[in-house]
């Protein structure tokens, strides 16, 4: 997931503390994929709300034109040297709105 890895925190567990964990997550199978040569699956993903401490993670993957799965992932800020969640920090918040999905 390249939006997770180049976020400010980079990758959970980083020096700073500033970790993330996925609280949930949510796959709905629209349409069955049957394996074939040359097969390409492409996901669109954006954010579909960002909270105090958390945001929701949408995607959507598709075989040609048809949708064939949909995921929704509520990704919590965590502390794991508290071992509990914590705030979005400010550049955090910022990133994320980048990718917030226009209602």
């Known amino acids: 997931m390249m939006m997770l890895a180049s976020s400010p925190s980079g990758l959970a567990g980083g020096s700073d503390d500033r970790g993330y964990i996925a609280a949930r997550v949510c796959v709905d199978y629209l349409y069955p994929v049957e394996f074939r040569p040359g097969l390409l699956l492409r996901v669109e993903t954006a954010v579909g709300r ?54």
């Open 50 to 103: 960002i909270n105090s401490s958390s945001w929701t993670l949408l995607a959507q993957m598709y075989d040609g034109e048809q949708a064939v799965a949909r995921c929704e992932a509520v990704i919590v800020a965590y502390s794991y040297a508290k071992r509990a969640s914590r705030r979005l920090d400010d550049d955090e918040r910022e990133f994320w709105t980048r990718y917030l999905r226009e209602p």
